[in-house]
Structure formats: structure tokens, C-alpha cells
């Protein structure tokens, strides 16, 4: 997975490379818990305007250069 779970963060479910079961799991719950799904969603989309925003990482990149 990598830095997948550093991206994710408390935003998702991060899951084992080839854990089929596991990911069949996850997605039951999912599917049963739409409460669980919308926090997901607003975690997520919190965490990519606040981390990945075009001109936050513009920013950070002049300071390197």
C-alpha cells in the first residue's frame, strides 16, 4: 500500500494488497452503514481541499525553489 494509508488518513478504509475477503467485508458494511459512507465522504473531501488544494501546493513548491 505504501503512503497510500499517509493519504487516506482517517478519511477512508485502507485495506491489505490481495485481501479479496477483506475487501468484500468493508464493502457489505459500507453498503449497510450510510452513515459511515457519508462521514467518509466529508472526511475525504475535508482532507483534499485542506492538504491537496492546487494553490496550497503552488505555495509549497516556490518555497523549494
Do not use: C, F, W
Not at 19 to 24: F, L, R, T
Not at 48 to 65: E, G, H, V
Amino acid at each position: 500500500s505504501g503512503a497510500i494509508p499517509e493519504v487516506v488518513g482517517d478519511a477512508g478504509i485502507v485495506l491489505a494488497q490481495q485481501n479479496v475477503d477483506k475487501m468484500v467485508k468493508t464493502l457489505h458494511y459500507l453498503i449497510k452503514n450510510p452513515g459511515k459512507r457519508a462521514t467518509l465522504s466529508r472526511l475525504s473531501l475535508a482532507r483534499a481541499k485542506a492538504i491537496y488544494d492546487a494553490k496550497k501546493i503552488s505555495k509549497q513548491l516556490a518555497k523549494l525553489y
